[in-house]
C-alpha cells in the first residue's frame, strides 16, 4: 500500500508564494511520475503541472512562468512551489503519482491540500 500526503497549503495574499509538498510512503519500488491537480468549487479537477520519470516538465498555461514543479527522489517527495498567486489559484490541490510497489504499477492520489489567495 502506498500513501500520497500534501502540506503546505494555506492562506495567501496576492502575490505571494507557497510551496506544496506530496510525501509518498508504503511499499514503494519506483515513482515514475507526479502530478498535481486542483479542484475550485464549482469546477471540474485540472492538471496544474507534471514531471515525468526523466525529469520532464510540464504546466497547465495558467500557471506557466509562476509554478514549478520538482521531485527529490531520495525521499520519494514531490514539490510544486507557487509564486506571484493569484485569487483565481483559490482550488484545493491534489498530488498524483505513478508509483510501481514491487507487485504492480497504480496511480494514487492525496487527500488534498487547500489553497487560498485572498487579501
Known amino acids: 500500500q502506498v500513501q500520497l500526503v500534501e502540506s503546505g497549503g494555506g492562506l495567501v495574499q496576492p502575490g505571494g508564494s507557497l510551496r506544496l509538498s506530496c510525501a509518498a510512503s508504503g511499499s514503494i519500488f519506483s515513482i515514475y511520475t507526479m502530478s498535481w491537480y486542483r479542484q475550485a468549487p464549482g469546477k471540474q479537477r485540472e492538471l496544474v503541472a507534471h514531471?515525468?520519470?526523466?525529469?520532464?516538465?510540464n504546466y497547465a498555461d495558467s500557471v506557466k512562468g509562476r509554478f514549478t514543479i520538482d521531485r527529490h527522489y531520495a525521499n520519494n517527495t514531490g514539490y510544486l512551489q507557487m509564486n506571484s498567486l493569484k485569487p483565481e489559484d483559490t482550488a484545493v490541490y491534489y498530488c498524483?503519482?505513478?508509483?510501481?510497489?514491487?507487485?504492480?504499477?497504480?496511480?494514487?492520489w492525496g487527500q488534498g491540500t487547500q489553497v487560498t489567495v485572498s487579501s
Open positions: 498524483n503519482a505513478e508509483v510501481s510497489d514491487y507487485i504492480s504499477t497504480q496511480t494514487y
Open positions: 514531471i515525468s520519470t526523466s525529469g520532464r516538465t
